[in-house]
């Protein structure tokens, strides 16, 4: 902890220090700038309001991107006949670039919450699958054939078995997926929605106003930090423990 705040304090000296030697407000603030304005966001409840229609879209597309990716990469994983017809699929999706995708479901199914979800976990969802289609690759072939030789139920084999291993390439895609996630969930906020961090943006950046643009990008990345030391990392350390034991 003692390091990440260290690192942290070094950022923001280097954001004074450029902020001194450019001396233009408009284009690059001191810090004690967006005191200021940050507090009447806040109070305003316009900044909360933002914040949490954000979140819950994260929250939605981390979700589906992760349980739809899960299934696939172990499939594609454990089965290579199936792996071989979907690969040029992942592939593709692969690289497509996010803002095709973004723009395509805004099109297709119209400029609401739906096309936002579904573009953000389509493009989510090949790098869970990629991730998690590695994790079953490297399963263990000792272990499955004692369960074969104990007779052990499918369920029990996955719970007990399958799912240990691939844990350290969950925390990972996990890990990987929060941090793509939530940009993309600005850009397309940014060019389709009327609410959440990425309008906003949007909205100052029209007014050019560099403080506001600041306060809303710097306070979703603080609550997304927040998310990755207190929930990701403790979880990917205990996933990983038993290859330590």
Not at 85 to 90: E, K
Request: include cysteine; charged fraction near 15%; hydrophobic fraction near 60%.
């Amino acid at each position: 902890m003692i390091v990440r705040l260290a690192s942290i304090t070094g950022l923001l000296i280097l954001w004074i220090l450029t902020a001194w030697l450019g001396n233009d407000p408009e284009v690059l603030p001191m810090p004690g700038a967006l005191i200021t304005p940050f507090l009447a966001e806040v109070m305003s409840g316009d900044l909360p309001y933002h914040l949490a229609m954000t979140l819950i879209r994260v929250l939605w597309a981390f979700a589906l991107a992760m349980a739809v990716g899960l299934a696939l990469g172990l499939v594609m994983g454990l089965f290579p006949r199936v792996d071989a017809w979907l690969d040029p699929w992942l592939v593709i999706f692969l690289n497509l670039p996010a803002l095709v995708l973004i723009v395509l479901c805004y099109l297709w199914v119209g400029l609401n919450e739906t096309a936002l979800i579904l573009a953000v976990t389509l493009n989510k969802i090949p790098n869970v699958t990629t991730i998690v289609r590695e994790g079953a690759r490297a399963l263990d072939p000792d272990l499955k054939a004692m369960a074969q030789v104990y007779r052990m139920p499918r369920a029990t084999y996955l719970r007990h078995v399958v799912m240990p291993q691939l844990a350290p390439f969950v925390a990972a895609a996990a890990r990987s997926g929060v941090a793509v996630i939530w940009k993309i969930v600005l850009v397309a906020e940014f060019l389709g929605r009327s609410s959440g961090v990425g309008f906003q943006i949007h909205l100052y950046f029209q007014l050019f106003d560099v403080v506001h643009v600041l306060i809303y990008s710097l306070s979703f990345i603080a609550v997304m930090l927040l998310v990755e030391w207190t929930l990701l990392q403790p979880w990917e350390r205990r996933v990983r423990r038993w290859r330590a034991a």
